[in-house]
């Protein structure tokens, strides 16, 4: 009879087990995908790339192509800014919007691409095309007094023509 019951401890501990077991396997294969994770950093490191390939380059048209590719992330980016989660309105309050998933400042990196851009512009003697990165940093930025602000009326400044760019509202 003792035997019995200690068969029986034994078996029921056995099962237990192996459950615990499966049950911990599982686990750890249906968390999340490291190939999701990889795909995330991919798409980083493809955005960061460019922007290092754009700041790097003396090529005016890599350097073009380069920030047309941050213009269009960084406009992705605002995009996903304007998720609306249909919610009754009395839920609507509780709930924050998500948080962006991307590390770093797509626009500020934009920024600082347009104005290398620039710059190889006027170094290779095409002022209007400088001119016109330069201007479109002052515009993209017209509510801050950021350093890509300061740093576009600074090099249009340099360019002998001095645009002054007044964003008072009247």
Partial sequence: M???MNCGMLTKGLVLGLLGAVVLSSGCTTGPSSQITELKNSGFMSLWNTYADCKSTANLAQATSDLTQLRSASQIVEAREGFVLPLPTH???????????VAVDVEAMAAACALHTGELAFSQGQTDIARDLLVSVIKLHKEESSYYVLKAKTLLAKLGHGVNVSFNAR
């Avoid at 839920?91 to 948080?99: H, K, Q, S, W």
């Fill in 91 to 101: 839920l609507e309050r509780l709930v924050a919007n998500p948080t962006s998933r």
């Fill in 2 to 4: 003792v035997d019995d």
